[in-house]
């Protein structure tokens, strides 16, 4: 069974940065697509950034955070991270790591969240 532990999660102010980090216990080159998603209040779950390929990498970012958000992922130590910038109180919420194996197609794994929660 895969497991996706995220920390780096806390209390920061509006404006400042964070980092989150995904710990997988399956080699990160064995998914097809990692990302980011998260749960804040009022709104329904929503991407925040995905990476695909190898050769040639595609990025998607959610549109709330385009410009403030960079993905990136060591296949060294089996980690997805996520470099969030210029933090506003609207990316108050639960955040979720997310991969998707190579095979079987259609299948897909979760973490159980990391609090991010940003002052004004």
Same mark, same amino acid.
Request: with cysteine.
């Given at each position: 069974?895969?497991?996706?532990?995220? !920390?780096?999660?806390?209390?920061? =102010? $509006?404006?400042?940065?964070?980092?989150?980090?995904?710990?997988?216990?399956?080699?990160?080159?064995?998914? $097809?697509?990692?990302?980011?998603?998260? =749960?804040?209040?009022?709104? =329904?779950?929503?991407?925040? $950034? #995905?990476?695909?390929?190898?050769?040639?990498?595609?990025?998607?970012?959610?549109?709330? *955070?385009? /410009?403030? $958000?960079?993905? !990136?992922? #060591? #296949?060294?130590?089996? @980690?997805?991270?996520? =470099? @969030?910038?210029?933090? +506003?109180?609207? #990316?108050? /919420?639960?955040?979720?790591?997310?991969? +998707?194996?190579? @095979?079987? @197609?259609?299948?897909?794994?979760?973490?159980? /969240?990391?609090?991010?929660? *940003?002052? !004004?």
């Amino acid at each position: 069974q895969v497991q996706l532990v995220e !920390s780096g999660g806390g209390l920061v =102010q $509006a404006g400042g940065s964070l980092t989150l980090t995904c710990s997988s216990s399956r080699a990160t080159v064995s998914f $097809a697509t990692v990302g980011w998603y998260r =749960q804040t209040p009022g709104k =329904q779950r929503e991407l925040v $950034a #995905d990476l695909s390929g190898s050769i040639n990498v595609y990025i998607n970012y959610g549109p709330d *955070v385009k /410009g403030r $958000a960079t993905i !990136s992922r #060591d #296949d060294s130590k089996n @980690m997805i991270n996520l =470099q @969030m910038n210029n933090l +506003k109180p609207e #990316d108050t /919420g639960v955040y979720y790591c997310n991969t +998707k194996p190579f @095979m079987p @197609m259609g299948t897909e794994f979760w973490g159980q /969240g990391t609090q991010v929660t *940003v002052s !004004s």
